[in-house]
């Protein structure tokens, strides 16, 4: 796994978009669609299907004529949650209506919508593995992290919930130059911090002589706001958010990463390293 360090420093170490016709099923039960329809609606390996028993008595009511036509389709595509543009509209009523009679018919529809069901269930459930099977990252190969990998994390980071819209995070890539530098800080502090100090800060297998060695590292800052304690607190929070949608996205492109915090990031000189300015922002 390669890896970059994101210091809280946090130790780092997207999804595809959604398809643009992304049915939302909801349940409808057997009973209701088999009095509807003579036989019930069946997924391909025969088993009953919520999402088309939905659509089905859907297109049951915006049909005329036992079939939809352009503007039927629109509402229909409406009705099942189902984003398009009139263009899009417009090439998928040509692609369902094979026969060109002008109608599309119940199964044509129902095979197209079957299968962006299908497609929407199994990219669900790749998202939800994606979220489940994210894991911190201890032990870091030398593989650099692409410039590129890094920004679309910061893009998918700065997507977070921020419910006031201040965007309090701030996201600095650290150099070697400066790692080595925080290294020796490091030595410092725990010279002057003593033995307990020493158990916060090194622990296997991330000891300070292992730093260099790790591929990335990235500081991420919140914003203060003097006078306004819960404001800090609901910037704090979406910078955490931020925190978990950058390492969600690393993670999907085959980066781990470690969140990670200690004594060493709380010190001026950290900050006088990293670029923190400490009365407007703190290492979250």
Known sequence: MRALRITAITLLGLLSPASTFSPQPRKATQGVIQRAFSDPVLDADGTPSPALYRAALAFRNFSSRGGIDTSELASLLAHLNLDATPEERRSLFK???????GQISLHEFLGWYGDAAEASTRQSRQFQNMLMSRRTVNAFDTTPVDDAVLRRAVSCAVAAPNRSGSEPWRFIRLGSATVAKLQRLNARVIETGGGAMSQQQQRAPLLPEAWPEIP?????????TPGDPEAELADFRSTSCAMQNL???LWSEGVGSKWTEGPM??????????GVDMERERVV
Do not use: N, P
């Not at 692609?95 to 009679?101: E, H, M, P, R, S």
């Not at 990031?265 to 990293?274: E, G, N, P, R, S």
């Open 95 to 101: 692609y369902l209506d094979a026969d060109g009679d």
């Open 216 to 224: 990335g590292w990235v500081a991420v800052t919140s914003a203060l």
């Open 247 to 249: 390492m969600l996205s």
């Open 265 to 274: 990031q709380k010190t001026q000189q950290f900050a006088d390293l990293v």
